[in-house]
């Protein structure tokens, strides 16, 4: 992976960005990049992670949860206990409760959803490296219900039940393209569909699962057990 190197009148930030999808990849490192304030590391497994971090310290970890070498729940706890300074950014999709506070438990300072805008995932960013934690209003949400639910003794839902929405198929396929924060023209592409009919499939999700948004998309099929991250 090469660095992006950025011009800027003080140092720019140390980042290391782990995801393993590429085009998610290089949207999340062009929007940390876009001020010129941080350089940017990539790495799409674990491995390479700890390669990087061999490398030398960073500023800035940004990273996903789930890579194809594993949970970076225990990289990220590593990275905190070697470097104390290091500031860690959980960047992904609404996962279930027990990853969420075991990344927190972990050193994750916090969480944004992956389809947040550009300018929302680099100012996210920057707070983290001020020392703020800031958390995506959807996870937020997410994690008070689910602890609401625990306290009231409601378990979470291990597969689709009766009353699960019907999603078809194709709707399913497109549903895991929104869970992995993979843009409309990158989730037409990958499941070989025509760009324009994708938005029709995307609204009959919404409107089977109740929603408005994406975030929320996710939650529902988690909690309908349509989907497991």
């Avoid at 920057?126 to 639910?149: D, K, N, T, W, Y």
């Avoid at 409309?184 to 499939?201: C, F, K, M, W």
Wanted: hydrophobic share 40%.
């Amino acid at each position: 992976m090469q660095d992006s190197d950025l011009d800027g009148g003080r140092p720019p930030h140390r980042v290391l960005l782990i995801e393993d999808d590429p085009p998610i990849r290089e949207r999340l490192a062009r929007a940390l990049a876009a001020h010129g304030d941080c350089r940017v590391a990539s790495a799409g497994t674990l491995a390479e992670a700890r390669a990087r971090l061999a490398e030398g310290e960073q500023d800035l970890i940004v990273s996903d949860l789930r890579l194809p070498d594993g949970l970076a729940i225990d990289l990220l706890a590593e990275a905190r206990e070697r470097h104390p300074g290091i500031e860690i950014l959980v960047i992904s999709v609404l996962g279930d409760e027990t990853t969420i506070l075991a990344a927190i438990a972990a050193g994750a300072s916090g969480y944004l959803l992956k389809d947040a805008l550009p300018e929302d995932i680099h100012a996210t960013a920057m707070e983290v490296l001020s020392g703020g934690s800031p958390i995506s209003p959807s996870i937020a949400r997410f994690i008070v219900r689910r602890a609401r639910q625990e306290s009231a003794g409601v378990p979470a839902a291990a597969g689709p039940g009766e009353d699960a929405p019907r999603l078809t198929p194709r709707e399913l396929d497109i549903l895991w393209g929104i869970a992995k924060g993979l843009t409309y023209n990158e989730i037409a592409d990958q499941l070989d569909l025509s760009r324009h009919t994708v938005p029709g499939h995307i609204k009959a999700i919404y409107r089977k699962l109740q929603v408005q948004t994406r975030g929320e998309a996710v939650y529902e099929a988690i909690q309908c057990g349509l989907i497991r991250l």
